[in-house]
């Protein structure tokens, strides 16, 4: 479905990211890897997909890292069809108490890079008559959970972020949409199981306790899944999927 095209996610070391790289890989499309840590595995995973791509370390909190990553994107493979925004950090404490780094370090990552990011792919993506936004926002882009300010406010600014750019795009062949999962078990998910654990719970315990408060599948979404959705994000299907902010939950929101 996806031959020919070439998609940049960022955050796709691990995770979510690398999810939805290897889905959109299996439908064809080249892929151009982002993120921090050991990139070798995520490498190896899209490789045995039989398509190009590539690796580039950008950190996103930084603009001017960001236009060298298209730049590299531009030069190694064309232009960028599909945009997949995933990078995100997070911090828990109260309001008051919330380090101002840790702040202006996620609104710059999980929100502004965003922006710069969108900014800088949509003019081929018009000038090419078809083009794909997906942002990751969260199901903490749609409701707020306590002691994670600086997280819900990047999260509901990117699907604000998203209504918009989609709006300007309505009448071009890009497309923009946010997907909200509710709990995956990422390294930022499993960091607040650990959490849990160190208070003396189980790791059942502290699995269940966690999905248990928010998620009533009691079950978690997996990157798999997401990647389906975003694969049909990109299908013709979903030509006309403009603004939404999708939730995959397990009915979180619903309650």
Known sequence: ???GKTALVTGSTSGIGLGIATALAKQGANIILNGFGDAAPAKAQIARQGVKYGY???DLSDPQQIAAMFDYAQAEFGDVDILVNNAGIQ???PVDEFPLDKWNAIIAINLSAVFHTSRLAIPAMKANGWGRIINIA???GLVASKEKSAYV???HGVVGLTKTTALELARTGVTCNALCPGWVLTPLVQQQIDARIAKGQSPEAARDGLLGEKQPSGEF???EQL???????CSDAAAQVRGAAWNMDGGWVAQ
């Open 138 to 140: 969260s199901v903490h």
């Open 227 to 233: 990647g389906a959705l975003a694969c049909f994000l």
């Open 1 to 3: 479905m996806l031959k």
């Open 91 to 93: 911090h828990v404490a």
């Open 153 to 155: 406010a990047a999260k």
């Open 56 to 58: 580039h370390n950008a």
């Open 221 to 223: 979404v997996t990157p």
